[in-house]
């Protein structure tokens, strides 16, 4: 085989255990809980299905034992009662004996009989229990007291080897015959039949006067199998999946209750601590991770209190310089204004971004913000207005209130919508409430943005170089604070090119 041959099959083989884990990833539950007793479910019903397979093997044994053990003791009553009748009687009782698969005949001398191969273990089996039901009816079955179970073989050889018998068939179904047979009988509502002859054999026994009696017997058919017990293994089957399903729930409900926690606190740092109750390793969760919660509000009231310090002290030495550099002549003033400026303005929106988590969360009412954070822009001369259908009263009053802090929100839009006008030009907003998030979209009339950049302009103080640079305006933070503030709320901002040009800001808030 050629090596473009080898890669060929070498790659099909990789792509369709691709696809294969693909399938399988698409059909596999997404949730723990359901994972859980998908699992133990199929075990156990596999185990179930193991266990009816392995009854159905001992089933098998014992039927064929019993058959066996039934068909050779009738054999030996049938020898020994010709043996204890003279020659005239035994040919009446012959043609009473004869019947469907059950055939005597006499012979002068000694018949041989043919063992297959394949029937041989069987046949020695079969003559054996032919030869202990004659001994017993004849009163001379050894007596062996005192033995040992594992002496069964020395037992054996002591019975007197009084005729001879000879398997010619034996189609007895399988085990798994059986089972195939009884789960098609199930689904299809099938009677049940008979099968074809179970075994076909021949003995035989000498007489006292010489004669020999050959014994035909053959089973007609097999007893019908029982049905599967699909339903009882279905009943069981359920009663499991049920007590999975309690023990389970009570294994992920803390889970459940941790991943709601950590939610909310990422929400609100103020939320409040969770139950400790529960088993050891739950209540160990809860204790870490209320922990965990203290030391992180701990961590950002210390922060807070912090920038505040920094802020006090440095309007002190700003207000100085501002009153020095309005000494200096024009030319030297404006650049050093604007760079006080530009100070004052980072250390407000550092100041703003850490009092942020503080906030309370209340029911804000998202239309009438939005409206006021356009108007207000509208004063100003600023090109900016709202979609056309939110103009319409009844479209306004259909947006739903939002729980969220109200001045993050209002921060959130703000520095979009600053940011539109300021790169886009005339900017449209739109608002789309879903059941469970609400999207505030912005849209301008700018160049938009490079795709390779969509992601840079999230990051602090970065600035794309035709048009944000320190001449525009801006610190290069308002993006960054604008998502920062919307994934507080559980959503996030994103920005995406217009195919009719300009740029399209999309700011998500999740409905708690």
Not at 39 to 68: C, V
Not at 180 to 196: E, L, N
Not at 386 to 393: H, T
Not at 426 to 447: A, F, Q, R, T
Request: neutral net charge; contains cysteine.
């Amino acid at each position: 085989m050629s090596s473009s041959e080898t890669r060929t099959g070498t790659g099909s083989g990789r792509g369709f255990l691709a696809r294969m884990r693909r399938l399988a990833a698409r059909l596999s539950p997404d949730s723990l809980l359901s994972r859980l007793i998908l699992i133990f479910s199929a075990g156990f019903f596999a185990l179930l299905l193991l266990t009816t397979i392995y009854a159905g093997e001992s089933r098998h044994f014992y039927f064929m034992r019993g058959l066996m053990a039934d068909r050779a003791r009738r054999m030996a009553e049938v020898a020994v009662l010709l043996d204890a009748t003279s020659p005239e009687i035994r040919y009446v009782l012959r043609e009473q004996f004869n019947s469907r698969g059950f055939y005597v005949r006499f012979m002068s001398s000694r018949v041989t009989v043919v063992v297959q191969d394949d029937l041989k273990e069987l046949s020695e089996l079969m003559e054996y229990m032919l030869n202990v039901a004659l001994a017993r009816l004849y009163g001379d079955m050894p007596q062996r007291h005192g033995k040992m179970h594992g002496e069964r073989h020395a037992a054996e050889t002591e019975v007197p080897r009084r005729g001879v018998l000879a398997l010619r068939a034996l189609n007895l179904p399988s085990p798994m015959e059986s089972f195939g047979q009884s789960v098609c009988q199930y689904f299809t509502s099938a009677k049940k039949v008979h099968g074809p002859s179970v075994y076909q054999a021949t003995a035989v026994v000498p007489l006292h006067d010489g004669t020999w009696v050959v014994i035909e017997d053959s089973a007609p058919g097999y007893p019908s199998m029982p049905y599967f017990p699909f339903t009882s293994i279905m009943a069981i089957e359920m009663f499991f999946v049920a007590i999975s399903l309690l023990a389970f729930y009570l294994c992920v409900k803390p889970l459940r209750r941790l991943a709601r926690a950590a939610d909310r606190f990422g929400r609100d740092i103020r939320t409040p601590a969770l139950p400790e109750t529960g088993p050891t390793e739950v209540r160990e969760a809860a204790q870490a991770f209320n922990r965990m919660q203290t030391s992180i509000r701990e961590f950002l009231d210390e922060r807070e209190r912090t920038l505040a310090a920094v802020s006090h002290d440095l309007r002190t030495p700003l207000t100085r310089m501002r009153l020095r550099v309005e000494q200096l002549d024009e030319s030297q003033r404006i650049p050093l204004q604007k760079d006080i400026g530009e100070l004052q303005q980072i250390m407000d929106t550092t100041i703003d971004i850490a009092r942020s988590k503080s906030e309370n969360v209340a029911m804000v009412d998202v239309m009438s913000l939005i409206e006021s954070l356009v108007e207000d822009r509208q004063d100003m001369g600023q090109d900016i207005q709202l979609e056309k259908r939110l103009q319409d009263p009844e479209a306004m009053f259909s947006i739903r209130p939002l729980s969220a802090r109200p001045l993050s929100m209002k921060r959130c839009l703000a520095n979009l919508m600053d940011n539109a006008l300021r790169y886009g030009g005339h900017v449209v907003v739109d608002v789309v409430d879903e059941d469970d998030m609400l999207s505030v979209i912005i849209s301008d009339s700018g160049p938009g943005i490079a795709e390779s950049d969509l992601k840079k302009v999230f990051e602090p103080f970065y600035r794309v170089e035709r048009s944000r640079n320190r001449s525009t305006g801006g610190t290069g933070l308002g993006l960054s604070i604008a998502r920062s503030m919307a994934r507080m709320h559980g959503g996030d901002v994103t920005l995406e090119n217009r195919p009719e040009g300009g740029l399209k800001a999309i700011a998500t808030f999740k409905r708690s």
